[in-house]
Structure formats: structure tokens, C-alpha cells
């Protein structure tokens, strides 16, 4: 008895704490079955490549990814690109660096120890830019929007190419089925073949766009994996360590005769 | 309760013991001190929120050695705990979800409490001490809140700081001074981050003051009357308390890991991970759920003072109780109406959360507004006049022994037995 009332002021608390923070007017967000969902759940090491393409190639021209650093592409739990290919990748860009010994900001090739370079200097350069609309980082965008992953993913699918006549749309803005209020500043970001991929897969929208949406919650929870594998381990022991516990507790009371 | 003929059996520990008397303290508190033998598992709680304060402590202090306390920096000095810090993820999942998981217990053992009568004679002090510990849990929590720097972090301190501005004459004053400007920004985080380390060891201190004056008269039970004097209801603390008291932390331990491990931002709001921005308002500031229900409380009041007065009220009424309660029968399970009234309020309150949660509008307001004239009505009503007309169901004499005093109450099953 005792037990259940426990079990249930959790459950109220999982499904009070899910249900309290949803989002508002929109549709509600298209369900897909990642593969770093559930107990045991791991990233896809080759969709995270693909997606860390469709970033470089797509989003990184407006959208930063302050956070993160060349290196992280290739630790254990990510895209997982050898040694040979971050410094590759790190070297592809121009980092400003300094000053040096005659006081001079320099330009050298990215190591990485860099972190990922922004498109813009500052947040004012970023709006003026786009009209206004600020295209937030993305590193750990996936955390900051109610649905997660889910939300993002239809918000990249919810593109129209005829929006409903009966939404009146400004200047610079574009209608999306997900977005709360159905406006959105982003115009269409993916088309098909927006990206040619090197491992053959198809680039049709829903690929890139479920692509780009894994390498963003990795790179939100890049210990997702380790994560879980210890939480495994770790509620594993102690549910084998409260059986001994009970037992032992048992013992103990069994010297009187007062049932525990 | 440490009067005992306890003798430290090194030669050091009575060299030691002799100078300074800590092993006879701890002796006499954690191992001799006689408890209830009936206590159930909703006394396990007090343990369980020890753990909870300590674990608070030192993933506290290992994460105050990663992050920075300045507006511009904060936000990423978490990103970098989250990221690159040796299992800095973890530190920072167990101390967000430790908060959430320290009022779950402090709320089962508040309603424990209230359900078996626990802050009536003769442990008021007891009551009061924890009312306070639990004030300091909420300001503490608060403040943590605002260290991320995340876009919650500030619209909730913002929302939180402007309801001392409501104090009638001084109140724009007050809250400048607690902003340390003209609104919420980087001093306020440095003073949040400076208390926010603060208020946990003033908790320990509270929580050793609230330990005492609890082994002072020794803990209530669920019967709810005094115990015979001879010791033939209590066992010794340990190992009989300890071993129980560790099985309910490890199937608490069991509930916390699966949300650290599993589900770490389910009870925090998503948009603190949006760095703090002054310019844009988020569509809800909601606070903590363990907040919720005084946040509902406040918003069902049209005037700003009027909902600051009646949300501190409503904390502040908790520490009238054992005067309010005028009923002589402790525990609920003798009080058959009572008890079906403290359910309601458990009810009500879970309510005012689900209401603190909504927007302010329609009929959330019309509901919040009810549940909060309720809420002030079981402490100042319901709970004086059920004292004079409830009929309460005969309590036994003592734990072990199925005789009742027939009387309906435990003074006079005290008379009886001259255990008083």
C-alpha cells in the first residue's frame, strides 16, 4: 500500500511535469522513433555524420553552434570521426587567434581545441543580416524547445508551399504547420539534394532533415550515451543492493516481535 | 535521551571522550535513542531528506568549482560543466533533479506531519524549526534556479524580486536593493550565487536544532500517543531504524536515478536553456513545480499585495497549526473526519500546483481562487471547530496493546495508565 503511493506520486510527477510545459496554438509535433530514444538508446554514428554535413553546408550560415569544438566530433559517443578527418575538418576554417608577439589578431587554420566558428561576430551583426530575426545558436537548442527533437524535426518539415490563404504573412516571414503561432522567420531551409551525401543515402527532406535533428541532440546531450549506460548499471545495483538490504532489515527485526 | 552508561572501548576514544563527549553524543543519538517501534514508512522520510540536504552540499560545491558567477558567462560555465567537465553532467542531473527530488520527500514529510498530528504538544519547536528549514529549502531552490542564467532563471527572478515591490511606502527600495540595481542583471546574480551557497548550512545548522528538540520527547508514532516510560515500545535506533531507514533511501534512491539517469529535464522548463534575454518575454513564466501551488495562490488575488500577503500567509499559517488544531487525538486514524478533510486538503493542494502550472485566465482562475479560499479554510476553520465536534474513535493504550481507553481520547487514556 505504502508502495503504491509512492509509484503513484511519482507517476503523477512524470506525467504532471510532461503535460505542464506544452506548447501552445500549433500542430502537435510528428513522432519519429530516433535511435537515441529509450533505455538503451544510442546514436546512429553515420546519421550524425550526415548530420553534422547538413549543418556545415546548410545551417551554418546563419546559425552558430557556440558550444561545441571540433574535437567533440570525434569523441566517443558522437559522429565519431577518426582523429585524421576533425583535423581535417578543423582545418578547413579560418580561426582568428592572437595577439602575437608584435601585439597583431591573426588568422591561422582551425585545430581541435577550436570551437566551432560563428557566422557572425555578435548577436546585432546576426540580426541585421536577417531582418531582424535573430537565428539562435543550436547547440543546445534541442533542450530549449518543449518537444525536443520531435518539435525540431517538424519544424523543418513544416514547410508549405502554399500556406493556408487565410494567414496574413508580413515581410520576411514564412508560414510553418509546427511553430507556435505559425509564423516563422526562417524561410525554407532543406530541399531536396540540398547536400549530395558520400554514403549514397538519399538527401530527400525528411533524410536531412531527420539527420541535422540527431546531430543537434547529440550535440545537446553529448553524454547521452554514457548517460544511460551508467544509469543502467547504476539502477541495477541498487535494486540487487535494496533485495539484501530487505533481507537483512528482516533479519534484524525478527529479533523482536514487531513486524517491520 | 544520552544519559547512557556508554564507554568508548579504546584507550583513545576515552582519552578523547573524556575531553570532548562526541562519542557518548553520537552514541546517544544514532545509536541508543529509543524509537517508536510502530513508526511506518512515512517516518523514513526524515533520513531520506538528510540525504537529500547532503548530496545538495557536495555536488554543490563540486559544481561552485566550475561555475561562474557573471550575466555574461554563466550560461556557458554550465555548458561547460555539462560538456567537458570529468562527468560534470552527472554533478549538475543530480543536483537539479536532487532539488526537485528534496521537496518530494519534504512534501510527504510535511503531510506525514499533518496527517498523524506530529506538530501538536509536546512538539511544537520540532514543527516550527522545520516550517523554517522548509522556508530556507525555498529560497535556496529559488536562487539555484537563477544561476543557469537561463531565460526562466531570469523572468522568474524577475517575477519573484517584483513582489517586494507591492510592500506598501518601501518596497521600490527593497527591491532595488535586493537587485542591487534597477533590475534583475549581474549583481543580483552574484548576491543569488553568494546566498544560494549560504542557505544550505544554515539548513544543517537548522536541521541539527530540529533533530534535537525531536529527541527531546522522542518521535510521534502512528498511534499518536505518548509511550510507556518502562521502554517496551521503542527499540534502539540502530541497527532497527538504520536498517530500515536505509531500505526506504535505496528504493528513493532507486525513483531519483531513474530521472537523473533518464529523464533529467522533465521537471525543469525548456526554456532555461535559452540564455537570459532582458528584451524578450517568454509566453509562460512558470516557476519549479514545488513552487507551483503559492504561485497560484499569488495570481488568484487581483491585488499584487493582497496575492504577496496571502502566499506568505499561506506558508507562515503552517507554524499557527498546533495552536489551530484544537483537537486532543493526535493521529488522523483515530479522527474519522479529519481524516477525510487532510485528504481533501492533499487534493487541494495538488490542485493549486496543476493551477500554478495554467495561465491565470478563465476558469484556471475561477478554480485557483476556490482552491485557495480552501486552503486558508482548513487551517483557520475546519481544523479549530473539528477539535469540538468530531467524534474520534476510541485510542489504544499503549503501541503494543489492541485496549482502548473507550474514552475517545488520549488524555484520558494517559489518566488511565499514569503514563502522562
Known amino acids: 500500500m505504502k508502495k503504491f503511493f509512492l509509484v503513484t506520486l511519482t507517476l503523477i510527477l512524470f506525467s504532471l511535469s510532461s503535460n505542464l510545459y506544452a506548447a501552445g496554438d500549433a500542430m502537435k509535433p510528428l513522432r519519429v522513433d530516433w535511435s537515441f530514444n529509450g533505455f538503451f538508446g544510442k546514436f546512429d554514428r553515420a546519421q550524425l555524420q550526415r548530420g553534422y554535413q ?29 582523429q585524421a578527418e576533425v583535423k581535417a575538418i578543423a582545418a578547413g576554417f579560418q580561426i582568428k587567434d592572437g595577439p602575437n608577439e608584435e601585439g597583431e589578431m591573426f588568422e591561422r587554420a582551425g585545430l581541435p581545441k577550436d570551437k566551432f566558428k560563428s557566422p557572425y561576430p555578435n548577436q546585432k551583426a ?19 524547445r518543449s518537444g525536443g527533437a520531435d518539435y525540431i524535426y517538424s519544424i523543418l518539415m513544416g514547410y508549405e508551399d502554399n500556406p493556408p490563404s487565410n494567414i496574413k504573412l508580413e515581410e520576411g516571414v514564412y508560414y510553418n504547420k509546427y511553430m507556435p503561432g505559425n509564423k516563422i522567420r526562417m524561410p525554407k531551409p532543406l530541399n531536396d539534394g540540398s547536400v549530395e551525401y558520400s554514403d549514397g543515402t538519399k538527401a530527400t ?23 544511460k549506460r551508467i544509469g543502467f548499471k547504476t539502477i541495477l545495483y541498487l535494486l540487487i543492493f535494496s533485495v539484501l538490504v530487505y533481507f537483512s532489515m528482516k533479519r534484524i527485526w525478527s529479533r523482536i516481535e514487531t513486524k517491520v | 535521551m544520552s544519559e547512557t552508561n556508554y564507554k568508548p572501548s579504546s584507550a583513545f576514544g576515552k582519552w578523547f571522550d573524556e575531553r570532548l563527549p562526541l562519542l557518548t553524543l553520537f552514541n546517544g543519538h544514532l545509536m541508543q535513542y529509543p524509537t517508536p517501534k510502530n513508526l511506518n514508512y512515512w517516518w523514513t522520510f526524515g533520513g531520506i531528506l538528510t540525504f537529500c540536504l547532503v548530496t545538495q552540499i557536495i555536488t554543490g560545491i563540486v559544481l561552485a568549482m566550475h561555475y561562474t558567477a557573471h550575466a555574461d558567462l554563466a550560461f556557458s560555465s554550465v555548458e561547460h560543466i555539462m560538456r567537458d567537465v570529468n562527468y560534470g553532467w552527472l554533478i549538475r542531473y543530480i543536483h537539479a533533479n536532487g532539488a526537485s527530488m528534496f521537496f518530494l520527500a519534504v512534501y510527504i514529510h510535511i503531510f506525514r506531519a499533518l496527517f498523524y498530528g506530529s506538530y501538536k504538544s509536546p512538539r511544537e519547536v520540532i514543527w516550527i524549526i522545520g516550517i523554517i528549514i522548509y522556508i530556507l529549502m525555498m529560497a535556496a531552490a529559488f536562487m539555484g534556479y537563477v544561476l543557469p542564467w537561463g531565460q526562466m532563471s531570469f523572468w522568474g527572478a524577475t517575477v519573484i524580486t517584483n513582489l517586494f515591490s507591492a510592500i506598501p511606502l518601501i518596497g521600490e527600495s527593497i527591491t532595488q536593493w535586493l537587485w542591487g540595481g534597477y533590475s534583475v542583471d549581474n549583481p543580483t546574480l552574484n548576491r543569488f550565487f553568494s ?3 549560504l542557505i544550505p548550512f544554515l539548513i544543517l545548522g537548522l536541521v541539527i536544532l530540529h533533530i534535537w528538540a525531536l529527541h527531546v520527547p522522542g518521535n510521534n508514532n502512528p498511534v499518536g500517543i505518548d509511550l510507556k516510560k518502562d521502554g517496551t515500545d521503542t527499540v534502539p535506533f540502530h541497527p532497527y531504524i538504520v536498517i530500515k531507514d536505509l531500505f526506504a533511501l535505496v528504493i528513493f534512491m532507486i525513483i531519483f536515478a531513474g530521472f537523473v539517469f533518464y529523464a533529467p529535464n522533465v521537471l525543469g522548463h525548456s526554456d532555461n536553456y535559452i540564455p537570459a534575454d532582458p528584451l524578450v518575454t517568454p509566453a509562460h513564466i512558470v516557476p519549479e513545480w514545488y513552487l507551483l501551488p503559492f504561485y497560484a495562490i499569488l495570481r488568484s ?12 500567509g499561506a506558508i507562515f499559517i503552517l507554524a499557527a497549526l498546533p495552536w489551530l488544531d484544537t483537537s486532543k487525538v493526535r493521529s488522523a486514524v483515530f479522527r474519522p473526519i479529519y481524516k477525510q478533510f487532510f485528504w481533501i486538503l492533499v487534493i487541494d493542494v495538488l490542485v493549486l500546483g496543476y493551477m500554478g502550472a495554467m495561465p491565470a485566465e478563465g476558469s484556471y482562475l ?15 476553520i475546519i481544523m479549530p471547530v473539528l477539535g469540538y465536534v468530531e467524534k474520534t474513535k476510541p485510542v489504544p493504550l499503549s503501541i503494543a496493546d489492541p485496549i482502548f481507553s473507550g474514552s475517545g481520547n488520549f488524555v484520558a487514556a494517559k489518566k488511565n495508565k499514569n503514563v502522562g
Open chain 2, 195 to 197: 546566498l544560494h551557497y
Open chain 2, 301 to 312: 488575488v487581483p491585488d499584487k499585495l493582497g496575492g504577496v500577503v496571502l502566499m506568505f
Open chain 1, 126 to 144: 546576426a540580426r541585421a543580416v536577417n531582418g531582424g530575426a535573430y537565428p539562435p545558436d543550436m547547440s543546445v537548442l534541442v533542450k530549449a
Open chain 1, 205 to 227: 527532406i525528411s533524410q536531412m532533415s531527420k539527420d541535422v535533428t540527431a546531430f543537434m541532440a547529440w550535440s545537446a546531450e553529448p553524454h547521452l550515451e554514457k548517460r
Open chain 2, 366 to 380: 475561477l478554480i485557483s481562487r476556490i482552491a485557495t479560499v480552501y486552503y486558508f479554510a482548513h487551517f483557520l
Open chain 1, 54 to 82: 547538413v549543418y556545415k553546408e546548410v545551417c551554418a550560415s546563419c546559425h552558430s553552434m557556440k558550444y561545441l569544438s571540433y574535437r567533440n566530433l570525434g569523441e566517443k559517443g558522437g559522429p565519431e570521426f577518426s
